[in-house]
């Protein structure tokens, strides 16, 4: 009981299914039991050691202090040299903003732009905390069902229907989380530009850019300088930990991201920073590219290992490291299913219901963020589960 002391606010704010199962999991993993992690959305490997390497030098040197609200000028400018050479884009160091990971990314971009009462069209199946957040500022996720056809991405005809006259703009993820489906370049064009013709914001949250399995990812800046566009240390250079990530803002928005990067952040994390100064250098981006390999061939093991099972298929994911699949020939409640094979056979993956409202019974997230060998094992487990299930 809060006797109402907690605001209405963040009592909008859902918590994540996934962490009853992460409860029950560390539990059964106190009791001796070897627990498969498929539920968790981080890479396995450790930081790169030029990065760690970065961080150390500057460490040993004991000036650790602020670095101004914006972000260490060098790692902007590494970041726009990178937008050069990986986009073909030119990007002024002074629109980008170097934030406590893609979470501190979002919540800028979201307080620049909305104000009570506005609406946002977000994908369902998607990345639950953007909802969470603008129910925060006071605003409303306006979910928009997405399907296995369009590859789980906003379409046009999506868009025109949803948008109402609350409806502020729109948020995407290509690569998505939890389906790792992208959107093609001209499909991409096609929406932010039935969002401009709106006068709406256009949101690309592209954090799982760089692992892309086939054609690489499209950033909404290659197609428009009118748009806000957010990446991450997190994910593809594999520092999660870190807490870094950046957020690039159209030029009539960099005063109140400034603003608010002073009152929200000060700043972020300066050791974070400087050892992301060693992120782009060649033998970083040689590891990540062999990191990237792997990645893929798990993801064909996992996908592969899952249909020979019987699940209903939809296309092999093109990014990110996750499979969401349909379970609905196998159970009628994706959570209960979800939570009765980690009991049983301590395989832990996510159930839907933490991606919103969109047959999340009928859905389970995998995560390939552990080794071939284990989502060997993963999948035996699932196997042997599955035959016990069905003899029930
Ligand atoms: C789609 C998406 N956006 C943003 C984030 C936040 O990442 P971080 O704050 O670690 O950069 C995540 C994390 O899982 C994500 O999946």
Not at 140 to 157: C, G, H, I, R, Y
Request: proline share 4%.
């Amino acid at each position: 009981m809060n006797d109402g002391k907690v605001s209405r606010r963040a009592a909008k704010v859902l918590p994540f299914y996934v962490m009853d199962l992460m409860a029950k999991a560390k539990a059964l993993e106190a009791q001796g039991r070897d627990v498969v992690h498929m539920e968790v959305g981080e890479p396995d490997f450790a930081t790169p050691e030029p990065i760690l390497q970065a961080a150390i030098e500057f460490l040993a040197q004991g000036d650790v202090h602020y670095t101004q609200a914006q972000g260490l000028l060098a790692l902007r400018e590494k970041i726009a040299q990178f937008y050069h050479t990986t986009y073909r884009v030119s990007v002024p160091a002074e629109r980008i903003f170097i934030t406590p990971g893609a979470s501190g990314a979002l919540t800028v971009a979201l307080a620049i732009l909305l104000d009570e009462g506005d609406e946002v069209l977000t994908p369902a199946p998607g990345y639950p905390c953007n909802n969470n957040l603008i129910a925060l500022l006071s605003a409303k996720a306006k979910a928009v069902d997405v399907f296995a056809e369009d590859n789980f991405q906003l379409t046009a005809s999506a868009i025109a229907e949803a948008w109402g006259d609350a409806t502020r703009g729109v948020m995407i993820a290509s690569p998505s989380n939890p389906t790792g489906m992208m959107i093609a370049r001209e499909q991409l064009a096609v929406l932010i530009e039935q969002v401009q013709q709106r006068k709406g914001f256009f949101i690309s949250d592209e954090i799982y850019h760089g692992l892309s399995y086939a054609e690489p990812a499209v950033s909404a800046l290659e197609l428009s300088d009118d748009v806000f566009v957010l990446n991450s240390f997190s994910k593809y250079f594999g520092m999660t930990g870190w807490r870094l990530g950046w957020l690039i803002v159209p030029e009539y928005a960099v005063s109140a991201a400034n603003r608010l990067m002073q009152n929200l952040y000060i700043s972020s994390a300066t050791h974070s920073q400087y050892a992301a100064l060693a992120a782009f250098d060649g033998v970083t981006l040689d590891i990540l590219q062999q990191r990237r390999d792997e990645f893929k061939r798990r993801r064909d093991v996992l996908y592969d290992g899952l249909e020979a099972l019987g699940f209903k298929m939809n296309a092999r994911p093109q990014g990110a490291f996750y499979i969401y699949v349909d379970c609905s020939a196998f159970c009628e409640d994706s959570y209960s299913f979800a939570m009765e094979l980690l009991e049983h056979s301590a395989l832990a993956i996510t159930p839907g219901l933490d991606f919103g409202a969109n047959q999340p019974e009928s859905y389970l997230r995998f995560a390939y963020t552990t080794s071939v060998e284990r989502i060997e094992l993963g999948l035996q487990r699932l196997k042997e589960f599955l035959v016990v299930k069905q003899a029930v």
